[in-house]
T-cell receptor, first 115, second 115 residues
Framework: DTEVTQTPKHLVMGMTNKKSLKCEQH?????MYWYKQKAKKPPELMFV???????INESVPSRFSPECPNSSLLNLHLHALQPEDSALYLC??????????????FGPGTRLTVT | SQQGEEDPQALSIQEGENATMNCSYK?????LQWYRQNSGRGLVHLIL?????REKHSGRLRVTLDTSKKSSSLLITASRAADTASYFC???????????????FGTGTRLAVRP
């Protein structure tokens, strides 16, 4: 199974709502990532988890809260978002080999609209 | 700011022609990767080239890397309509990273292949 799944595919939420994005992989990868991508722009890294521990936080606002319950799951909790947070949110995973680097496997993304 | 700049930003070719995309980056790298993204979907890894490699092939793809010029190119030969997508280069820094694999994506090239 070389698939990364993400739910939901689409999400519309108000600025006062609380919602969560979910990501799952069963490839035994030990590193998982959240990216944000605006239209016609490249993905921007938000968070990296390695062996279920947060290893990189790219100065993301606290209204985004990541969680890694186990090695297969990654969540992104959303609260009090702004309209400018509307974007495609991508999850990815990779083998953990910091020395050499590995390809990342991406999920299809969650299209988030904040109203 | 993004590590990589790609050119052209957009490219339109006829089916059967070759497509060449270029990527420039600023700092020393461990490896450089190319990804494809179909409209509004997840990214798919195409090829990874390490800093000690100069050229790599995979099917109709040919990637070159010139570390002295801090640049890479992706050549797609005998293009097909199904190759229509955005293509991103992504670099992994040469600096030691304790965990996780931080990629910095270039600005991307939007390729359109006309049937």
């Amino acid at each position: 199974d070389t698939e990364v799944t993400q739910t939901p595919k689409h999400l519309v939420m108000g600025m006062t709502n609380k919602k969560s994005l979910k990501c799952e992989q069963h490839m035994g990868h030990r590193a998982m990532y959240w990216y944000k991508q605006k239209a016609k722009k490249p993905p921007e890294l938000m968070f990296v988890y390695s062996y279920e521990k947060l290893s990189i936080n790219e100065s993301v606002p606290s209204r985004f809260s990541p969680e890694c319950p186990n090695s297969s799951l990654l969540n992104l909790h959303l609260h009090a978002l702004q309209p400018e947070d509307s974007a495609l949110y991508l999850c990815a995973s990779s083998q953990e080999s910091a020395a050499s680097g590995d390809e990342q496997y991406f999920g299809p993304g969650t299209r988030l609209t904040v109203t | 700011s993004q590590q990589g700049e790609e050119d052209p930003q957009a490219l339109s070719i006829q089916e059967g022609e070759n497509a060449t995309m270029n990527c420039s980056y600023k700092t020393s790298i461990n490896n450089l990767q190319w990804y494809r993204q179909n409209s509004g979907r997840g990214l798919v890894h195409l090829i990874l080239i390490r800093s000690n490699e100069r050229e790599k092939h995979s099917g109709r793809l040919r990637v070159t890397l010139d570390t002295s010029k801090k640049s890479s190119s992706l050549l797609i030969t005998a293009s097909r309509a199904a190759d229509t997508a955005s293509y991103f280069c992504a670099t992994r820094s040469d600096f030691f990273q304790s965990s996780g694999d931080k990629l910095t994506f270039g600005t991307g090239t939007r390729l359109a292949v006309r049937p």
